[in-house]
């Protein structure tokens, strides 16, 4: 029999100031089974840094042709096209080839230094492509903040992002690794 997937919800509240972005979004995310508590929140927390009203969650681990999260214009072309953690190289090509903006949002600590220091110089020419990469404690501190029903608050300003909860908060300013260009 397969496992399900768990069901969290989160109501997002977001003022980012650095975009003037401010909207509160109910979301329902798909947990897959090997999806760890901490990729979860890593989701969310990208979603938070681009939100928009026509941002989606991809199927996530469950389907490997779709991006984590997805902007889509009226036409349904990607607009933007979001993976978290260690993609493989080939996986990334192929999403700056099909979207007019693709960001990675890393995470991983060591292991995302290793992945980088493999990918670096053959993702260079690629003009479409933003890297960004979460600290290590951030990661292990945001499952703690984090329940299948939850509510926080996003507050961007200045490149740094603070989560806060209920069970807890944390404040971030993400690594760039690689911007796009223009």
Not at 4 to 20: C, F, G, P, W, Y
Not at 84 to 97: L, Q
Request: hydrophobic share 45%; charged share 25%.
């Amino acid at each position: 029999m397969a496992l399900n997937s768990t069901v969290v919800k989160a109501e997002l509240q977001i003022s980012d100031m650095d975009r003037h972005y401010y909207a509160t979004h109910n979301l329902t995310l798909a947990q897959h089974p090997s999806e760890t508590d901490a990729r979860l929140m890593v989701r969310l927390l990208a979603f938070a840094l681009y939100a928009d009203e026509k941002l989606e969650f991809g199927r996530g681990l469950s389907d490997e042709e779709e991006p984590a999260l997805s902007r889509r214009n009226y036409t349904n072309e990607v607009e933007l096209w979001i993976d978290v953690g260690n993609p493989d190289e080939s996986r990334i090509k192929k999403a700056c080839a099909r979207a007019g903006q693709v960001v990675v949002v890393n995470y991983g600590g060591r292991a995302s230094d290793i992945w980088w220091d493999k990918v670096a110089n053959s993702l260079a020419r690629l003009k479409n492509l933003t890297v960004l990469d979460i600290p290590a404690d951030v990661v292990e501190a945001l499952p703690a903040i984090g329940e299948r029903g939850m509510r926080l608050n996003a507050l961007i300003e200045d490149g740094e992002l603070q989560l806060m909860g209920e069970r807890g908060s944390l404040a971030l300013r993400p690594g760039v690794r690689m911007a796009a260009a223009g």
